[in-house]
């Protein structure tokens, strides 16, 4: 486990690195902040280096706005600083990930690496419950998703232990799934998956969820959601009855997106998927029979 000094100084290499398109808003004198000598050394480093680089702005309505569903539905990169533990359950609600000062240290999830091997000790996919993390929308490609009789059990799986145990009521998940097979002669029928699905969401989860399906050939296998790249070489169709076979055994890749190592840059990759997913759901060739649903999800806006 890292000290808090070392979580600091990943937030710091964060906020220097994070794209511009990420806006700071903050509800508090941040020049004030910066000089005043009661903040500790490390904050008053990282809100200097801010204030030099960073597009910044002030919201001290933020505490009552963001108590709206509509709030969490923009479509630009924001980061919240505040001074003060505000008494919401802004994560509950809204899948957003909070952190405070006096638990600094789960930030380590916005910074940590896992790879973790799939094989035949796994009987589904209750591993990803290792990284499962506070989110409102989520996107897996795979042009494999609905190719066999495996594809509803895997994706029954996968989602229960990824998607957030609750939301607020009248607060919509946004659930994109992308994929074909290259052979027209395996073509799924959209709407029967999408209803084949709705149906166990609805009996899983008490909040609402918007569910699309899109069946247009994507080349990589990737799991997104608002802090996370998931890649699985092997796909995810994964286990069949409980096993996995021998041959199918992979590593899942998981990097948040404030990840960064050299020039690589997990959001940086994420952000160029996710214009190709984006490319795909509006595509004007896309005929009504190659999609099931609205297309909403905030990941792709």
């Known amino acids: 486990m890292e000290s808090e000094d070392d979580v600091y100084r990943d937030i710091e290499r964060f906020l220097i690195r994070i794209k511009s398109s990420a806006e700071l808003i903050l509800n508090f004198d941040f020049f004030e902040a910066c000089q005043d000598p009661s903040n500790g050394v490390i904050f008053r480093r990282i809100a200097g280096k801010i204030l030099a680089q960073k597009t910044r702005s002030q919201n001290f309505n933020f505490l009552e706005e963001c108590q709206a569903a509509s709030f969490h539905n923009h479509t630009k990169q924001h980061i919240f600083f505040l001074d003060e533990v505000p008494e ?26 896992k790879e973790i091997r799939v094989n035949q000790k796994y009987r589904n996919w209750n591993f990803l419950s290792l990284i499962k993390h506070p989110c409102n929308a989520l996107i897996i490609t795979d042009n494999y ?5 495996r594809s ?11 998607m957030p145990n609750t939301l607020k009521e009248n607060f919509e998940f946004h659930l994109t799934i ?13 709407e029967k998956e999408k209803d084949r699905l709705q149906k166990f969401l609805s009996e899983e989860f008490k909040y609402s ?18 802090y996370y790249k998931i890649t699985s070489p092997r796909g995810y169709s994964l286990f069949r009855n409980n096993r996995i076979s021998e041959n199918l055994e992979t590593t899942l890749d998981c ?11 997990a959001e940086t990759v994420m952000l160029e998927e996710l214009v190709k997913c984006r490319t795909l759901k509006n595509d004007s060739n896309l005929l009504t029979s190659d999609y099931a649903g609205n297309k909403i999800n905030r990941l792709l806006t």
């Open 178 to 190: 992308i994929g074909a097979h290259q052979d027209p002669e395996q073509r799924y029928q959209v």
């Open 209 to 226: 969820i918007n569910l699309t399906i899109i069946q247009k050939y994507h080349h990589d296998r990737y799991i997104f959601t608002n």
């Open 152 to 162: 509803h059990e895997n994706m029954i799986s996968i989602l229960k232990n990824i």
């Open 88 to 113: 919401l359950s802004i994560e509950q609600n809204f899948g957003c990930f909070v952190v405070d000062t006096t638990n600094i240290r789960r930030a380590e999830v916005l910074f940590q690496v």
């Open 145 to 149: 998703i609905f190719f066999n009789d």
């Open 255 to 265: 990097k948040s997106i404030a990840y960064f190592s050299g020039d690589y840059s």
